[in-house]
């Protein structure tokens, strides 16, 4: 019995990370859209100062039209290889804690027969921070390759890669680690929790089907787009940031982001509130169809 189960949560990591990298596929485009809307209209950096994108929508037919469809994939292989990482560890490690927690008799409250919520949160904020760090350096190369688009020196992911090294080292691949582990823990305890707590209770409505796995996904992604936008904004804008004195970029203030809550403050304060909203609706309708794709996939590879 125990082999069977070291087995099956070996089999729920790669789940996870097949899961990830399909859903990844089949909504990039829109991932796209949301970093051009979030790094626009910043006065620190003349470059991204113009508001070049009235929308989503709007942002989705420009870059097609002036750059060609292929741009709105530009980053997608440093995003299948994040998947690949974040996703793989993401989802095994969040279940595999979720079963111990149960032998453990933490998961389980033996007066309702529910799941507690607080231990969910736990497994899935530890979940989160974690995958997050360690695939650090593919989603800084997936920002920078969608935010330069078609024409840039930036032409594969080798040679972003090269660029990040030469000009700012290691610590480049890290640039905005900080704000992407707390945005992980922001999203994972909010999408993962709701998405169980969801499907316990529709379980008893419509079985375990695909309707079950939509309903609860399309829920939980709203949760976790409300929730984590703000801190997806900052991130964004961190891990654009170059080094300025090693590429010589004049183009940029030399009052550079100094860390989250700067780039938070700064934000708000020459753009107003509603900026760390940017890109809400691009990231809310890409989760939804995202956590479909990967929540379906996921369910039915557990089947196997």
């Not at 789940?15 to 990298?21: D, E, P, R, T, V």
């Not at 626009?40 to 009235?54: A, H, V």
């Not at 990040?164 to 480049?172: D, L, M, Q």
Request: aromatic fraction near 12%; proline fraction near 3%.
């Amino acid at each position: 019995m125990k082999e069977t189960l070291k087995e099956r949560d070996i089999r729920i990591f790669a789940y996870g990370g097949i899961a990830s990298i399909l859903a990844e596929f089949g909504t990039f485009p829109i991932d796209t859209t949301k970093t051009r809307l979030q790094i626009q209209g910043q006065k620190i950096d003349k470059k991204f100062s113009q508001l070049r994108y009235g929308g989503m929508f709007d942002a989705f037919f420009k870059i097609a039209r002036d750059e060609g469809v292929t741009a709105l994939y530009s980053g997608v292989w440093p995003a299948v290889l994040r998947q690949a990482v974040y996703g793989t560890i993401k989802y095994g490690t969040y279940y595999s804690l979720k079963s111990f927690a149960r032998e453990g008799g933490l998961l389980v409250d033996p007066k309702t027969g529910s799941e507690r919520v607080w231990c969910t949160v736990v497994c899935a904020a530890t979940a989160g921070v974690i995958s997050s760090a360690l695939a650090n350096p593919t989603d800084v190369l997936k920002v920078r390759m969608q935010v330069s688009g078609k024409g840039s020196r930036q032409k594969s992911l080798w040679k972003c890669f090269y660029e990040i090294y030469k000009f700012e080292g290691v610590k480049g691949l890290w640039r905005g680690v900080v704000p992407t582990t707390q945005r992980a823990i922001i999203i994972t305890s909010v999408d993962l929790p709701v998405y169980d707590f969801c499907k316990s209770r529709l379980l008893n409505i419509f079985g375990d089907q695909p309707i079950t796995h939509c309903i609860s996904s399309s829920i939980s992604s709203l949760s976790a787009a409300v929730a984590s936008t703000p801190m997806d904004v900052v991130r964004t804008r961190l891990m654009n940031q170059k080094h300025l004195l090693a590429l010589n970029d004049t183009n940029v203030a030399q009052n550079i982001y100094r860390g989250s809550f700067h780039c938070a403050i700064e934000t708000v304060r020459h753009e107003g509130l509603m900026a760390l909203y940017k890109g809400f609706i691009p990231a809310w309708m890409r989760m939804g169809p995202w956590n479909a794709i990967f929540f379906v996939t996921f369910e039915q590879m557990k089947k196997l």
